[in-house]
């Protein structure tokens, strides 16, 4: 790799790190063979964790779990803009994939069609997907809300990882109150169906609506992950 480019990847990595960021990652996207995957094969992939307190408190306290996820947004928003503010410097091309949006009905889901912050942080070999649909990392298991900048830089990639390293656990599929994780182990060829019905997990966040005023967050599969509790 050219000197120049190494040394503004460090750069931004450390950048990234001293302003929030828990996991950075460079993933080779050029697989998906699409125009965007063309224009931008480099995923910058990164993610802020979750406070452990408020996860191991979900089962009595799911508000501040609601509130934490929200609060989580301006961080991710400002290293985005660490990561474009650079880019714009260095005359680099970029795609900024906005946070994930908050889903209000089952239709709204059908119609969710955008690029995927687990695939590309998978393939920036920060972690797998989790039974849950998750992304699993070492340090934090599913706890840590991800974001995705794609670029055309020639940054270092890493090694995908293109298997799950969940084994026989299925403590996320006995968490889930509404049976919605079947139970299946991912490999990069493995469509988000055949782990997980988005559907009924919705629907039934759905209907706490009338109770709470809004969706309910659950996150109990979060919880229940073992990888990253400690």
């Known amino acids: 790799m050219d000197n120049d480019i190494l040394k503004k990847q460090e750069t931004l990595t450390e950048a990234l790190i001293s302003n929030g960021a828990s996991i950075v990652g460079y993933g080779d996207i050029s697989v998906l063979n699409n125009e965007l995957s063309r224009l931008?094969?480099?995923?910058?992939?990164?993610?802020?964790?979750?406070?452990?307190?408020i996860v191991d408190n979900l089962d009595s306290d799911e508000e501040s779990f609601n509130r934490h996820l929200a609060s989580l947004n301006p961080i991710i928003n400002n290293l985005i803009g660490i990561i474009t503010g650079y880019f714009d410097e260095w005359g680099i091309n970029y795609k900024v994939i906005p946070i994930a949006e908050y889903i209000k009905d089952n239709e709204q889901l059908s119609n969710l069609a955008c690029f995927s912050h687990k695939f590309a942080a998978t393939r920036a070999g920060l972690g797998w997907i989790g039974k849950s649909s998750l992304l699993v990392t070492p340090q934090y298991g599913p706890r840590i809300k991800l974001c995705t900048v794609l670029s055309d830089a020639?940054?270092?990639?890493?090694?995908?990882?293109?298997?799950?390293?969940?084994?026989d656990c299925t403590l996320c599929v006995e968490a889930c109150p509404y049976n919605a994780i079947k139970g299946c182990n991912w490999n990069c060829h493995?469509?988000?169906?055949?782990?997980?019905?988005?559907?009924?997990?919705?629907?039934?966040r759905l209907d706490y609506i009338p109770l709470i005023g809004r969706k309910h967050s659950c996150g109990l599969c979060i919880k229940a992950c073992k990888i990253g509790r400690e």
């Open 40 to 53: 931008f094969p480099t995923a910058v992939s990164f993610g802020v964790k979750y406070c452990k307190s």
């Open 154 to 167: 020639k940054f270092t990639v890493a090694e995908p990882i293109n298997e799950s390293r969940c084994g």
């Open 190 to 204: 493995t469509e988000r169906d055949k782990l997980f019905d988005a559907y009924t997990c919705n629907a039934g």
